[in-house]
């Protein structure tokens, strides 16, 4: 039975270790991904980083660092990496961003000090980290984070509408108050992103704010 599974096509496509192994590959256009920064979903999570207290920035999954432009650009002054599997994604940003820390890291192991930094940012990067992952990447991030969690995700409170997703899209979405929770997280909202755009999967949509524990 496991054999057959296996073959089967979104098993063979949406496996944390083969979607990690896709983007490590991928040759994307990091300079036209770049020129998403103005994205209305960018400026609302750069919206949401306003109203907080921070310095030091980490996004997992930065790719060419899109919302680290759109942060630069409305916010200024502030300490700003990132990590990414891709080594032309991080060859692109230290081009782009001098004196940023950014590093070729799986978000599991990201070689960063504990609690060297204020801010962890996700954008879309959680929904590729399958069931039996989930908490190896959410303690890492609160490993290095001193303060907040801004996670930019798949959340829903419906295991059976997560259910539905996993197996028709691949793509993974959490009940991150649970979840966080459980981990030690706390203060945790959950706000809806607004709808830019016609998006079957737009209910699941959500920025994920929450303090970090000791």
């Known amino acids: 039975m496991d054999n057959i599974l296996k ?3 979104f098993w063979r496509r949406y496996t944390t270790k083969q979607n990690s192994k896709y983007w490590e590959n991928r040759k994307l256009g ?3 991904y770049f020129n998403t920064a103005n994205h209305p979903h960018r400026q609302f999570i750069t919206s949401i980083l306003k109203r907080l207290n921070w310095i030091s920035l980490i996004e997992i999954g930065c790719g060419s660092g899109p919302n680290l ?3 630069t650009a409305n916010i200024g002054g502030k300490q700003l990496g990132g990590v990414d599997i891709n080594p032309e994604a991080i060859e692109f940003c230290n081009q782009r961003f001098k004196g940023g820390l950014f590093r ?3 978000a ?3 070689m960063i000090t504990d609690k060297g930094t204020d801010v962890v940012l996700s954008d879309m990067f959680l929904i590729y980290i399958g069931p039996s992952k989930i908490k190896k990447y959410l303690e890492e991030v609160k490993r290095v984070t001193r ?3 801004v996670l930019c995700e798949y959340h829903n409170e ?3 509408k997560r259910q539905y997703l996993r197996i028709f899209s691949g793509r993974h979405a959490y009940n991150y108050k649970k979840v966080l929770t459980k981990l030690g997280f706390y203060d945790i909202m959950t706000i809806k992103i607004p709808k830019f755009e016609e ?9 994920i704010v929450a303090r970090v524990g000791k």
């Open 158 to 160: 419906s295991w059976f």
């Open 108 to 110: 599991d192991d990201m």
């Open 69 to 71: 432009a759109n942060i």
């Open 104 to 106: 070729v890291a799986s």
């Open 7 to 9: 073959k089967l096509p």
């Open 30 to 32: 990091w300079e036209e």
């Open 199 to 207: 998006d079957s999967e737009d209910e699941f949509r959500y920025l």
């Open 147 to 149: 303060t907040y969690v």
